[in-house]
């Protein structure tokens, strides 16, 4: 026997234990997630602080460059050096939150602080707040409205701004625009005029209907992220389930491969004795060497003789139906002519039927043309289905075998009984690997159970269907049908080589015959 083991036997279980450990953690892990809820969602907070930093630094000219433009168009209102100087703050404050954000997006989860990164950069993110509020308190001259108007304008564009890049994080959204409109508010309120006040009073209330906007935008974010976490527990379940099919079949592979080796061997073993038993019992049962002294013990030899040969055919059976669920029966297809089979296994099997009073009726069409098939398996199909059918059939039945043609050109073998029948539930289960009906255990004849599942898997074999209908009181019909493909279409007779230019020389003659 080989001693070489295969890569499913030889692989430690640790190894296969390290892919279900990390699903198994990764869906622990999301599963945490979305079963810790509050209305702050801290389960979120590395995700939407990543957005936000990501967002920022994403824009990261984009603000500036407004702040750019803002500050050249000021000059023509405010002296020079406030514009530079709040350009300056400006800029110093982007750097200081984008140097934040870029700090912030290296951090891997585990080793970011979250409470402590989130009051980081609220806090710069005020102080860029802050400073871009600075516009308001330029000295622009009370009898220029144009300047405070322009202010107005650039500062709501920027709120704007500001809000879509932190929509993810609302403190933040509230640090870093509230400054500003406040200190619109309070610029506007400082002058004398109702003009001011009501610019002021839009500015509140703008501000107001952004940040309605925005909670709608940060609770549609949170959902996207619930989504996402949903979807990350059912891959890891996904890749958990593959991991545990992958090692269930890998042990099934095991499973089969010890199953076949433990076939092989034990068919050898069982024969050798059987084939000395079957020989020996043979020779006393027909006293060959002479008869016996007691008359017993020629009943003794038949039974050894009977016992061992069904013991036999059990082994074939089942080496037969492994071979099969295993891939390994080889077909040798040649053409079959299925009235001989049927033929040949009534000779064997009618004696078999006559003493149980047994009538078998043939209907077969002898017209039909060959089948390629395998003939041995042709040969066993029609043997189990017809010693079936005389083993629960009553005395006095009556079998009828039938072999036909169906409706798409195809064959058919069909044996019929009039016997106990099978009832309909129980119908699934005799066509399983060692499936017995109620009859089979009432029956002192009851069988193994293996006959009906090889038929059906020789029929695959042959690319055919299997079908078996039977009703309590009925009697029982069973089908066996092959394809179209397999009936093998008699060709035309080939002209010998000399045939076809005389039969051209002499077509001349037969038209001036006809004329």
């Known amino acids: 026997m080989s001693t070489g083991t295969t890569a499913a036997e030889s692989a430690p279980p640790q190894a296969a234990a390290h892919p279900r450990r990390r699903s198994g953690n990764s869906v622990r892990e999301v599963r945490e997630r979305l079963t810790y809820k509050s209305d702050s969602r801290p389960e979120f907070d590395y995700e939407l602080l990543l957005m936000f930093a990501n967002n920022q630094i994403s824009a990261s000219l984009t603000i500036p460059l407004l702040a750019v433009i803002v500050a050249l168009a000021f000059m023509f209102w405010a002296p020079v050096e406030q514009v530079v100087l709040w350009l300056a703050t400006v800029l110093i404050s982007k750097g200081i939150l984008l140097s934040m954000c ?21 806090a710069a993110e005020f102080l860029y707040g802050v400073t871009w509020s600075g516009i308001a308190f330029m000295d622009v001259g009370r009898d220029d409205p144009s300047a405070y108007v322009f202010a107005f304008a650039s500062l709501i564009v920027v709120i704007s701004m500001r809000m879509m890049f932190a929509s993810t994080v609302m403190p933040i959204v509230y640090a870093g625009t509230i400054p500003i409109t406040a200190a619109v508010v309070l610029r506007l309120a400082m002058l004398d005029n109702p003009f001011f006040w009501a610019i002021a009073a839009m500015a509140v209330g703008v501000h107001i209907y952004f940040i ?24 890891a379940e996904l890749e958990q389930s593959k991991s545990i099919s992958d090692e269930a079949r890998r042990r099934a592979e095991t499973a089969n491969l010890a199953k076949s080796r433990f076939l092989a061997t034990m068919s050898h073993e069982l024969r050798t004795p059987l084939n000395a038993i079957l020989g020996f019992s043979e020779v006393m049962k027909a006293e060959v060497l002479g008869p016996h002294g007691v008359p017993t013990y020629k009943e003794y030899a038949k039974d050894i003789h009977e016992s061992g040969t069904h013991l036999l055919q059990l082994i074939n059976e089942i080496l037969d139906l492994s071979r099969i669920e ?19 296994c009534h000779r064997l099997l009618k004696l078999r039927a006559q003493s149980k009073g047994i009538e078998i009726i043939k209907e077969i069409d002898e017209s039909l043309a060959q089948l390629w098939a395998d003939e041995r398996a042709m040969r066993q199909i ?14 006095g039945g009556t ?40 009859l089979a255990h009432q029956s002192a004849e009851g069988g193994t159970g293996l006959g ?44 010998e080589p000399g045939e076809e230019t005389e039969a051209a020389a002499e077509e001349p003659y037969r038209h001036r015959r006809r004329a």
């Open 382 to 395: 029609c043997l189990n289905l017809l010693s079936n059918a005389i083993k629960f059939t009553p005395s």
């Open 212 to 235: 309605v906007l925005m909670k709608g935008l940060n609770s549609t974010v949170l959902a996207m992220l619930e989504y996402r976490a949903e979807k990350d527990a059912l891959i």
């Open 326 to 344: 295993a891939g390994r029966y080889e077909l040798n297809e040649e053409a079959v002519a299925l009235a001989d089979v049927a033929e040949d």
């Open 452 to 495: 009906l599942p090889i038929v059906k898997n020789l029929v695959d074999l042959h690319d055919g269907t299997f079908d078996l209908k039977s009703k309590l009181r009925e009697g029982t019909v069973v089908t066996a049908m092959f394809p179209r493909q397999r009936v093998m279409q008699a060709l035309p007779r080939l002209a």
């Open 399 to 438: 079998i009828v075998i039938t072999i036909g043609m169906t409706t798409d050109g195809g064959q058919f073998l069909s044996i019929r009984d009039n016997g106990p029948g099978i009832p309909e539930e129980e119908i699934p289960r005799v066509l399983k690997t060692f499936g017995q009906g109620s």
């Open 102 to 122: 870029r700090q912030f997006t290296k951090r891997a989860r585990p080793d970011a602080r979250m409470k402590e990164w989130r009051g980081k950069l609220t």
